[in-house]
Every structure is written in structure tokens, then in C-alpha cells.
């Protein structure tokens, strides 16, 4: 009995407690599991609703078509040029037609100054400079030619025909320098030497020339030396002309030397000397200013051989021909004027059937020659032309139409511009001045000062007609009386 109690008595014992606290848990477990089970699809529903209202609330709107770029690159895509001929716009503006507008270009490049395929009425000229060249060649001996005349009378282009025969450029070492593009009138001696492929270990002058004079010594190939321009070379004394000009007389030099300018008594006025010793003596070939006629031809030839001979008829022709051959006889500015003239004709339209209005032609003729109405202003007064600037135009004239020397240097303009100016009372300019008067008047292209630097040796050309030039300024009395007095040049 007492054990009986004792055993009832006794709590649970700790080893049964675990496995009925198990079996509790795992009734627990299964009768929460549908439960849970039933939450968790509850709350996925939920969620998935939340997210499905959210998604339609932050979703962003349709989207609009794009806009054209506005990107100038796009833009120039998009642009569609129409035939602006078609266009209502151009029904009152004239185009000429395709073929028209090409027969002017074709005009156009023909009536370039560029070295043309032949040279009409210079034949002669031509014949009589290769048959000297020919002759030296043929019995091995050396010659001087002095080939002068006004410019564009094709002294430059008949040499440059010339040398670029087979029968010369072969059998020759030519060389062709430009005077007007070398620095210095000394440098022709390195320039020389350069194009003979004279290899010389000092760049002096003294060095360069005696380069020079060992090579003319030695056995070599006959040279045909071109210098254009020659009258750039003066110096003090004409030391270098000389040394140049002495060269074919050397035994052995077998070299011909052909000096061009536009002076006609360079070799006379200049180089005195020449003319004491025979060998010396160089052959003198004048190319005079062309004529009407000649001009016309020449202008018709270069348009026939181009096929568009019709687009200048026979008065325009003649107009600019008359007037090219009146004030210098120019070709070059002939070409020019012509060119010009197309070129007004391509701008405004020309029919299929028409020719160059005769009307263009004094147009361009008036602006190219209108060098009166430059000097004088719009209405015919001085006003707009500084008295200062026209006496030394005077000057100028004065040393170019009547002095021995007719070189001009901004030292010896002035010296002529002060006395013009102390034998009439007027104020004159100091050097300094009178060097940006000369600016001055270079900027309207009248003048041209060569050289970088301004000091009285810089050597100053001429750039419109003397004669144009002269008549313009002879309108007002004082500058008519300026002109005549000898008085002021010096002796």
C-alpha cells in the first residue's frame, strides 16, 4: 500500500517528460501547419495584389512618338534642295541655260594668262631669239641677248616657248630665275649656283662667285642662263650686272645669257662699259606694245580653239581691243578685261542665241582704266586725293619720264618731292613723313615699295600707266606746272 502510494505520489519522471512534451509538439505542429500554410498564401495574395495596384500606379505613361532631331547635321539631312529654275520665285530671274553657262567657262579658263599652247604675232620674235640660241650651240659658243619692251608684249612667255623645246631644253643646262624673287641682288649669285648643282661651302657673295667663275673655267655643258627681270640686279656701281654680263666673254664659259626687262636702254644707261669692248655687246631684241589687231586676233584664236568663238561678237571685241591698245597695249590686261567681261555675262544670264552685250564691255573697261576719275574723286574734284600724295606721284613721273636714272628709290622721290615743294612755297615732309606718305599712296595701287624694311635705298615701281596717270594728274594747274619743271631732278 505504501509503495502503491509512494508510487502515485511520485511526479512525472524526467525521462517520460520529453517524449510526451514531443508528442504535444508534434500534434501542435500538424494542427498549426494548415494554418500556416493558409496565412502565408493569404499574405502572397495580399502582397501580390499591393504589388499589382503599385505597378499599376508608378508605371510610367505611354510613350509619345520622338520629335525630329533638331541637330544641325540632321537638319542638313533633312533639307531638300528643288530646282530653283522651276521654283515661282525664279520665274523673274534669268539663268542661262546648262550649255550656255558652260561655253562661258569654257571662255573664261581659254582667256587665261597662263603660258598659252602658241603665240600668235610673235612669231618673228620667236624665230629670231631661237635662231641666235641655235647658232651658239651649233658652233659652241657663248652670246648675250637684252630682250626688253613694255609689260605683257609676251617677252617672258616666247623664252619660256623657248627653253621648253626638246631641241634646247636637251641640249642645254637651263636655268630661268625670276630677279624679282630673290632676296637680295647678291643672292643671284647662290641662286645660280643652286639650279647648276654647284656645290659651295660658303654662302657669301665673294664665295658664291668665285664658285661661280671655277665652274665657267671647267669643261661643262653649254648653259642657257634667263634672267627675268635682270633690271632688278642694279646695285651700287652695277657691280653684279657687270660680273654677269662678263661671263660670256670668258674663254670656255660656253654659256648664253638672256637678260629680260622692261627698260629699253637698260644695257646702254646702266652699263656704260659694255659698249667699250665687242664681246661685250649684246644683241638687242625690242617688243613693242600690240596693237588692235593683234589683240583681236589673239583673243579670237585662243576663243576659236575652245569652240566658243560666238560669245564675244565683233564690236565688243574691237571696243576692248581699242582701248587695251590706246593706254599700254597690255595682252595680259586684255585677257583680263576679257575674262572679266564673261564673267559679268555668266552672273546675269545669257541667252543660248546671244553674245556678250557690248554694254559689259564699257563697264569693265571704265572700271579697270578709270584712273582719272581715282585721282579726282566722284565729282571731279581733288577733295578726296590729298595734294601731298599727288606731288609725289609728280615726283615720281618727273624722275621716270625725264631723268637719266630712272630708278626709283624712296630717297631719291623725296629729294625731287622737297625741291617741288621749296620752289612753290609749300610745306614739305621730313623722311620719316614722307615714308608713310608713300604708304599711303602705295595702299590705293599706285606704287609699290619692294622690300620689308623703308628707308631712303627701297626701291619703289610704278603700278598704273605713266601715261593714264600723267593726264589725270595734268588737270588742275599746279600739278600741269609741277610736271614741266625739269628744274627739281637731279643732275
Known sequence: MSSALKTSSIPNSPRKQPEREAAKGKENSESVKPSVEKNVQ?????????????????????????????????????????????SKVAK??????????????????ALHTSAPSSLPCRGEKVDKISGIIRDCLASQVSSTIYISGPPGTGKTACLNHIISQPEFSS???????????????????????????????????????????????????????????????????????YTIFEWPSLPTSNIVLVGIANALDLTDRVLPRLQTRMKLRPTLIQFSPYTRP???????????????????????????????????????????VARRVLELAQQDGLKETESVPIGNVMEVVSSVYGTSTSLQGNDGSSATFPVQQKLLICAALLIRQNSKCKELTIGKLHDVYRKICENRNIGFLDLSEFISLAELVESRGIIKIQGKTRNRLSKLTMQWDENEVSSALKDKQLLSSVLADLSVLPR
Open 92 to 109: 523673274s530671274i534669268s539663268f542661262p541655260p546648262e550649255d550656255r553657262y558652260e561655253d562661258l567657262s569654257d571662255a573664261i579658263r
Open 171 to 241: 641640249k642645254f643646262t637651263v636655268v630661268y630665275i625670276n630677279c624679282t624673287g630673290i632676296k637680295s641682288a647678291s643672292s643671284v649669285y647662290s641662286k645660280i649656283g643652286q639650279e647648276l648643282g654647284i656645290k659651295i661651302k660658303s654662302r657669301t657673295e665673294k664665295a658664291c662667285q668665285e664658285a661661280l667663275l671655277n665652274h665657267l673655267k671647267l669643261p661643262h655643258k653649254m648653259i642657257l642662263l634667263v634672267l627675268d627681270e635682270i633690271d632688278q640686279l642694279e646695285s651700287k656701281r652695277q657691280s653684279i650686272l
Open 42 to 86: 493569404q499574405v502572397k495574395s495580399r502582397s501580390s495584389k499591393r504589388y499589382n495596384d503599385c505597378k499599376e500606379v508608378e508605371s510610367s505613361p505611354p510613350k509619345i512618338a520622338k520629335s525630329p532631331s533638331k541637330s544641325p547635321c540632321t537638319q542638313l539631312k533633312n533639307i531638300k534642295i528643288s530646282d530653283t529654275r522651276n
Open 294 to 336: 593683234e589683240i583681236i586676233d589673239i583673243l579670237t584664236q585662243r576663243l576659236s580653239e575652245a569652240g566658243v568663238d560666238k560669245v564675244l561678237s565683233g564690236p565688243a571685241l574691237h571696243l576692248l581691243a581699242s582701248k587695251v591698245a590706246a593706254v599700254s597695249g597690255d595682252i595680259r590686261k586684255a585677257l583680263d
